[in-house]
């Protein structure tokens, strides 16, 4: 068996991991990053995640086909995996090595790779970056079943299919359902939770819903999935509501019931690192696993599965490692969200309904989407803008954005919360027109009474 000594070893090619081997290969040190997949250098968000899902969205926005949309998919990813490989592989001091990574000890890890012999690697540091897996529901028949894909399969089709069913209406279920409306598609969304979107306030999911059902989605809450199983073509569901049984037939079935961390074959077991009951590795505020010189990044170690976080991740272990060591999980602050639906949703900090629930004093704000400028002229006036602030010290506790370019808006809002800025300094602040981000003006100018 080879053997190779490194300092740091980064097993997964994700945004947290590159970026560190980037930085580490920078100051000189020696660093070995590992990946089972080629097709996954640079990790899940620009192979199969967040930019084609958003080149697909987008293109379906503009009106084009799919096929074609597809295509331009392809090559923007490819595009990008190949710089990110060479990101890393052209930095004299790192080494990329593909194969599958599996732990002996906390210090020794053995590497498969196809063809060739196995490696054994043995680091003195090393960070795991091997980011979340779709969640599989045990479901008769669906090991079996041919036109049943995660969403990594769904972003691979070269042709839409006619009706798509979706096992699921969270966030990921709904950002594709909204995507292949674009595009033509039927959508039918299947969920066995009655309460759509249950982390949003009651009158944003409202519109969330009426908005999507506008667009053609059609919406099975309640229901519970017996089994699937092929007849010629085209799959069937097996769904009951209160005990009434229906069948449902689909061209492709989505399963975007979640994802989970990804730990499966890594050997964790030989190792001290602790892991928590629902999978993920347990870290403390500075990415430190229970074992020595092993630290966690990225989606693997629980709590957000976003890019932006995971990068966050790399700047936390590079205050720790070379840095003043200010920077650590307990000061992140709090972190902006978006489902990529038509018009977007964006989340920061508290909702309406977590406010009441925390018995928290606050104002109110609302603003139609109908009233913003710049959504006439984008001919897209559906949404809702809400936010809320502390009545004694004026700081913004939480916004909901269920608005065009809500995406980009929400960091406005983001960067004041972390700032402790007053809402004041938003509702005056000179935006350029027309923009949506002049929106806030008119929002923090609409307020309620005080909510107790």
């Not at 669906?142 to 042709?159: A, F, R, Y």
Request: net charge neutral; with cysteine.
């Amino acid at each position: 068996m080879e053997r190779k000594a490194v300092k740091n070893l980064i097993i997964g090619f994700g945004k947290a991991g590159k970026t560190l081997a980037k930085s580490l290969a920078r100051k000189g040190e020696a660093v070995a990053i590992v990946e089972q997949s080629p097709r996954m250098y640079g990790g899940t968000c620009i192979n199969i995640g967040c930019i084609p899902s958003k080149s697909l969205i987008v293109n379906g926005q503009k009106g084009e086909k799919f096929a074609d949309a597809a295509l331009q998919k392809v090559n923007l990813v490819e595009k990008l995996n190949r710089k990110n490989y060479h990101m890393i592989a052209d930095e004299p001091t790192a080494t990329v090595i593909d194969g599958k990574a599996r732990f002996l000890s906390d210090h020794e890890v053995e590497i498969s790779r196809e063809g060739q012999p196995a490696m054994l690697v043995e680091a003195e540091r090393i960070f795991i970056n091997t980011g979340a897996r779709a969640i599989l529901p045990s479901i008769l028949g669906m090991s079996e079943c041919k036109n049943l894909v995660t969403s990594t399969g769904l972003m691979d089709l070269q042709k839409r299919p006619d009706h798509l069913v979706i096992i699921g209406s969270g966030y990921i279920g709904l950002e594709f359902s909204s995507m292949f409306l674009s595009y033509g598609s039927r959508v039918t969304v299947i969920d066995s939770h009655r309460t759509f979107l249950p982390r949003q306030d009651r009158d944003i999911a409202a519109r969330v819903k009426k908005d999507l059902e506008e667009a053609g989605a059609v919406f099975k809450l309640g229901y519970e999935i017996n089994g699937v199983f092929d007849r010629d073509e085209k799959s069937i569901l097996n769904i009951t509501f209160d005990g009434q049984a229906e069948e449902v037939e689909a061209d492709k079935i989505l399963l975007a019931t979640g994802r989970k961390p990804n730990i499966s074959g890594l050997g964790l077991e030989n190792t001290s690192v602790k892991i928590g009951e629902d999978g993920h590795i347990l870290v403390n505020e500075k990415l430190e696993t229970s074992a020595k010189n092993i630290w966690a990044l990225g989606d693997v170690h629980g709590g957000p599965q976003f890019t932006y976080t995971s990068l966050d991740d790399y700047r936390i272990i590079e205050s720790q490692l070379y840095g003043d060591k200010g920077r650590t999980l307990d000061n992140r602050g709090e972190l902006a969200s978006s489902v990529f639906i038509t018009p977007t949703l964006s989340n920061v900090g508290l909702t309406e309904t977590e406010a009441q629930a925390q018995r928290k004093n606050y104002r109110l704000f609302r603003l139609e989407a109908t009233a913003i400028p710049k959504s006439a002229v984008l001919k897209q006036s559906k949404g809702l803008l809400k936010a809320l602030v502390d009545p004694e010290t004026e700081e913004i506790l939480g916004a909901t954005l269920y608005a065009e370019d809500s995406h980009e808006v929400i960091n406005i809002l983001s960067l004041a919360m972390k700032a402790k800025l007053p809402y004041t300094m938003i509702r005056d602040h000179i935006f350029t027109h027309p923009t949506m981000s002049e929106a806030l003006n008119d929002l923090f100018s609409n307020a309620n009474e005080v909510k107790k």
